[in-house]
């Protein structure tokens, strides 16, 4: 069984949400299930700012669910979606 890297976005409730805190809390929500390796801020439109988390899990049945759902449950987020998983050689 291999490794893939996932990307996954976070979009937050408003502008006025604390995007620190909000990498804090990803960074905790990954690190239990899987090997965080970078997030990066993402300018949406009107001083809104998403979240792209990167992060590596083994390729097995499940996948990436178990972090996306941890990191819905994260604070101010309104969604969660996958932008891309690779797999890892």
Do not use: C, W, Y
């Not at 909000?22 to 809104?48: R, S, Y």
Request: glycine content about 6%; hydrophobic content about 45%.
């Amino acid at each position: 069984m291999g490794e893939v890297v996932a990307t996954v976005k976070l979009m937050p409730e408003s502008p006025d949400v604390d995007l620190e805190q909000m990498k804090i809390d990803a960074q905790n929500a990954v690190t239990e299930d899987a090997e965080l390796h970078k997030i990066d801020e993402e300018p949406i439109a009107f001083g809104l700012v998403a979240l792209n988390v990167m992060f590596i899990v083994d390729d097995g049945e499940g996948g990436t669910e178990i972090v996306e759902e941890k990191l819905a449950k994260i604070p101010n987020v309104t969604s969660v979606e996958v932008m891309d998983v690779r797999r890892l050689m």
